[in-house]
């Protein structure tokens, strides 16, 4: 899509940062390739003019964090994640998020938080973490953030956020939870719905038409 175009250029363009907010570990490079994709890794195989490196500061698939921004443009998202006191292991930049839910303004220093992150499940449709934080704030999972996904903080509905340009977080507060992402497109209600109505439609012509032939 044009959004992960987008991050992935921007990537190339600035930093590795990009790359570790990514949860990429390896990456392959070529004489072609962009500079910088190989900050802090360290060479693992090698072919010709291919080579592939190990990074060593990449985030996990999923992580905590205690501080966010929130921005309503995409420009300001970028510039954001460009900035060189962005910490995304501490913090999160949101896309659209209330202010409530995301405290404006410069990026806070808070220190080392101790949190806990397990997945419990991975599956294309259902992702089950179990999170355990000393303070409340962030999950971050660094999957592609798309409608039709919903998400759950200990079977309690919970919003999922645009986090970091390209992927997602929900709130959490703090201690132990279970969050829960499921997949529901839009196609599948409407499916549903639409099978509905027609059945009652079915229903309506066939005693439509036995009236009008006991009326005869």
């Known amino acids: 899509t044009r959004r992960y175009a987008d991050y992935m250029g921007a990537g190339q363009r600035s930093s590795s940062r990009f790359l570790d907010i990514m949860n990429v570990r390896y990456v392959i490079v070529s004489p072609r390739s962009a500079p910088g994709q190989t900050a802090r890794a360290t060479q693992v195989f090698v072919e010709g003019d291919i080579s592939v490196y190990e990074r060593s500061d990449y985030l996990p698939r999923a992580y905590v964090v205690t501080d966010a921004r929130s921005f309503t443009s995409e420009r300001d998202v970028m510039s954001a994640l460009n900035s060189p006191g962005f910490d995304p292991s501490r913090s999160v930049i949101l896309e659209g998020a209330t202010p409530e839910a995301a405290r404006q303004g410069d990026i ?16 294309p449709e259902n992702v089950a973490i179990e999170a355990e934080a000393a303070r409340s704030g962030y999950l971050v999972l660094a999957d592609t953030y798309y409608p039709g996904w919903e998400a759950r903080v200990d079977g309690e509905l919970t919003p999922i956020y645009r986090a970091n340009y390209l992927f997602r977080a929900v709130p959490l507060p703090a201690g132990r939870h279970v969050v829960e992402f499921s997949y529901h497109p839009l196609s599948v209600g409407l499916g549903a719905l639409l099978t509905v109505v027609s059945g009652f439609s079915v229903i309506g012509v066939l005693a439509l038409a036995i009236f009008r032939r006991r009326a005869e």
Do not use: M, P
């Open 108 to 123: 806070a220093t808070v220190g080392d938080v101790s949190s806990k992150v397990d997945v419990l499940t991975y599956e």
